[in-house]
């Protein structure tokens, strides 16, 4: 366990002017890394995410309390010209600043990297942007819409049904984008003493994401199949129906193939030469899914986890929420308590990189809660 004092970004300040979930995710991480993290919002509605809802708890979106732990709070508007102050001196006093905001927003703010520098020489300024520099550059990002646009929704459905990641997973993939920027960044400040510009855009992390998929239409001009559960490249590699839910089966190699079939009684699919090898099987998947679907129909998914478990075949079921999150096994050290002034005790995800051990406690705090303290402390005066 790792002491707040040891941790990576221990004595360093993250100003977060970002809002929704890319950049507060990517912040959060930073406060679990040991950052003391300011949350900048605007008085009033604040971060959209406090009113996306239901379930409310305590007056508190569960969106929002997902993603803005371990944060001071403070509001700020930017239409009055002693908060636009307030805002530069404490870009002056920040280490990290990450935002969202599209390039005219930028502009009206005067808060341009090379202005922030300016203000700053040392600050590492992480931008999360929907599109790279081109034609869409200044069009606001949202994740289902990234989904469709970034190429996720080609590969991800069943056939011709396309379907959207059940979470705002480019979101989720931006954030581990800003925050490894971010880390770099810092490392060459530690060599160089200068800050530094880093960017993520929510559709190039979409476009990154498809690795393999992506490698085989760039290599062939083929638009890849939608396969439900089931793997492009690797078969038998999906979900089968067990005579009381769903069951993963995870086989990547030949061995473990012809494990699988002696587990299930059936050695002779190990050598049948139209499943063999995993080109064949690829080949022939709809022909061997087909027979592998009736054997697994034929008990319940506990007894074909530890059947093949045993014989060295990855397997498992298809958790419900309620069993990932009742299994310790599992998220034993990704969850953490958390005590809310309106919401009471309660459980939430943290950061799952050890050096993030143990996250903050602090609860995500409430629209401008500590914009007095903070900018008391920091000496910075309005008006």
């Known amino acids: 366990m790792n002491p707040p004092s040891s941790k990576p970004l221990a004595g360093l300040r993250v100003l977060d002017l970002s809002r929704i979930l890319a950049g507060p995710l990517a912040a959060m991480w930073m406060a679990d890394l040991g950052a003391e993290v300011i949350k900048v919002e605007r008085p009033g509605n604040g971060d959209e ?50 935002h969202n905001f599209l390039p005219t927003t930028v502009a009206k703010l005067g808060l341009s990297h090379e202005e922030a520098r300016k203000l700053n020489g040392r600050l590492v300024y992480t931008a999360v942007a929907g599109f ?27 056939g011709e049904s396309p379907v959207k990641v059940g979470v705002a997973i480019v979101d989720v993939l931006t954030a581990w984008a800003a925050l490894a920027g971010t880390l ?3 490392l060459v400040r530690e060599r160089t003493g200068e800050g530094g510009y880093v960017e993520a855009t929510l559709v190039e992390c979409s476009a990154a994401a498809l690795v393999n998929q992506a490698q085989a239409f760039l290599l062939t001009g083929k638009e890849p199949r939608r396969l439900a559960t089931a793997h492009p490249h690797i078969v038998p590699y999906q979900a089968f129906p067990a005579s009381d839910g769903l069951l993963m089966v995870a086989v990547g190699t030949d061995a473990q193939y012809r494990a699988l079939c002696a587990a299930l009684g059936q050695p002779e699919l190990g050598t ?6 995993n080109p064949d099987r690829v080949r022939n998947r709809d022909e061997l899914v087909a027979i592998l679907s009736g054997i697994f129909s034929t008990r319940p998914r506990a007894e ?35 005590d809310h002034p309106t919401v009471g005790r309660y459980r939430t995800v943290a950061c799952p990189l050890p050096q993030a051990w143990p996250p903050s406690p602090l609860p995500p705090p409430r629209l401008g809660e500590h914009t007095e303290a903070v900018l008391e402390r920091l000496g910075i005066r309005r008006g």
């Open 184 to 186: 770099s960044a810092l």
């Open 272 to 277: 049948d030469p139209r499943f063999a090898a």
């Open 49 to 98: 995410t406090r009113r996306w809802g239901p379930p409310f708890v305590g007056g508190e979106s569960a969106y929002f309390l997902a993603v803005n732990r371990g944060k001071l709070g403070i509001a700020l508007d930017f239409a009055e010209a002693r908060d636009r102050a307030a805002l530069r001196e404490l870009v002056r006093r920040s280490d990290v600043l990450v």
């Open 304 to 338: 074909w986890v530890r059947i093949l478990k045993e014989a060295g075949v990855p397997a498992g079921p298809v958790n419900t929420l309620g069993e990932l999150f009742g299994d310790e096994g599992l998220v034993g050290r990704v969850l953490v308590e958390v």
């Open 132 to 158: 790279p520099p081109g034609p869409y550059r200044d069009e606001p990002g949202f994740d289902a819409l990234i989904q469709a646009l970034g190429g996720l929704m080609a590969i991800t459905g069943d």
